[in-house]
C-alpha cells in the first residue's frame, strides 16, 4: 500500500508542476510511430526517484496497447530483498500530431485517473528505435531507455546532448544497474566523457 500512496503522491505533484513557471523550453521529437515504440524497454539512465528507491537493479518497462487505445504500461525492477517489484499503469496520447506527448497514471479508481497522471515525452529517439529519451517540461524527471541493456557509447553521448539541450543538469541522471550493463549508478555527465 505505502508503494501505491508514493506513486499517487509523485504523481499528483507531477500534475501541480505541470501549471509552474519553472518549466524548460523542453522539445520532444517531431513524430512517434506507437506500434514501433511498443515492447520493451531497458531503464539505462534516469534521475532517482522516490517511488523507485526500492528498484536496485534491472528496471524494465513493457508497453503493449489495450482494447480501448490506451498504452499499458508494466514496469518492473529487482528490490533489495530480491524479489521482483511490479507497477502496471496506462498511459494515453496528448499530442496526436506527434505522439510524442503522453500522460501516464498508476492511479486506478474504479477505471485510470489520468487527471493524477506524470508528463512523459519523448524528447529523443533512435532512427531504429533502439533507444529513447523520456523526460517532462519541468526537468525534474528524465529517463534513457534502451531495447537492450546496454547502450553504446555513442547513443548515451547522443542522448545525453539532448538532454542537455533540453535544460537538464546531467549530473542528475544516473546510470542504472542492469545484468550486462552498467554495475554501478555513475552520473551520467561522467560517462560521457
Same mark, same amino acid.
Given at each position: 500500500?505505502?508503494?501505491?500512496?508514493?506513486?499517487?503522491?509523485?504523481?499528483?505533484?507531477?500534475?501541480?508542476?505541470?501549471?509552474?513557471? /519553472?518549466? /524548460?523550453?523542453?522539445?520532444?521529437?517531431?513524430?512517434?510511430?506507437? /506500434?514501433?515504440?511498443?515492447?520493451?524497454?531497458?531503464?539505462?539512465?534516469?534521475?532517482?526517484?522516490?517511488?523507485?528507491?526500492?528498484?536496485? $537493479?534491472?528496471?524494465?518497462?513493457?508497453?503493449?496497447?489495450?482494447? /480501448?487505445?490506451?498504452?499499458?504500461?508494466?514496469?518492473?525492477?529487482?528490490?533489495?530483498?530480491?524479489?521482483?517489484?511490479?507497477?502496471? $499503469?496506462?498511459?494515453?496520447?496528448?499530442?496526436?500530431?506527434?505522439?510524442?506527448?503522453?500522460?501516464?497514471?498508476?492511479?486506478?479508481?474504479?477505471?485510470?485517473?489520468?487527471?493524477?497522471?506524470?508528463?512523459?515525452?519523448?524528447?529523443?529517439?533512435?532512427?531504429?528505435?533502439?533507444? $529513447?529519451?523520456?523526460?517532462?517540461?519541468?526537468?525534474?524527471?528524465?529517463?534513457?531507455?534502451?531495447?537492450?541493456?546496454? #547502450?553504446?557509447? $555513442?547513443?548515451?553521448?547522443?542522448?545525453?546532448?539532448? #538532454?542537455?539541450?533540453?535544460?537538464?543538469?546531467?549530473?542528475?541522471?544516473?546510470?542504472?544497474?542492469?545484468?550486462?550493463?552498467?554495475?554501478?549508478?555513475?552520473?551520467?555527465?561522467?560517462?560521457?566523457?
Amino acid at each position: 500500500m505505502n508503494w501505491l500512496i508514493t506513486v499517487f503522491l509523485f504523481l499528483s505533484g507531477n500534475v501541480l508542476a505541470m501549471g509552474s513557471p /519553472n518549466q /524548460n523550453n523542453v522539445e520532444t521529437v517531431k513524430h512517434v510511430d506507437l /506500434n514501433r515504440y511498443l515492447g520493451t524497454w531497458y531503464e539505462i539512465a534516469s534521475i532517482p526517484q522516490s517511488f523507485q528507491k526500492k528498484c536496485v $537493479a534491472n528496471t524494465v518497462a513493457e508497453y503493449s496497447l489495450t482494447k /480501448n487505445g490506451f498504452i499499458k504500461v508494466l514496469n518492473s525492477c529487482d528490490t533489495k530483498t530480491g524479489e521482483r517489484k511490479t507497477a502496471e $499503469a496506462r498511459a494515453k496520447v496528448i499530442d496526436k500530431e506527434s505522439n510524442a506527448k503522453l500522460k501516464v497514471t498508476f492511479v486506478k479508481i474504479f477505471d485510470w485517473v489520468f487527471s493524477f497522471g506524470g508528463n512523459y515525452w519523448i524528447l529523443d529517439l533512435a532512427e531504429d528505435y533502439s533507444y $529513447a529519451v523520456v523526460g517532462d517540461p519541468t526537468t525534474e524527471f528524465g529517463w534513457i531507455l534502451s531495447r537492450t541493456p546496454q #547502450l553504446s557509447h $555513442a547513443d548515451l553521448v547522443s542522448a545525453e546532448k539532448n #538532454l542537455a539541450k533540453n535544460g537538464y543538469d546531467t549530473c542528475k541522471l544516473l546510470t542504472s544497474i542492469q545484468n550486462g550493463g552498467f554495475s554501478e549508478r555513475i552520473p551520467l555527465c561522467e560517462v560521457v566523457k
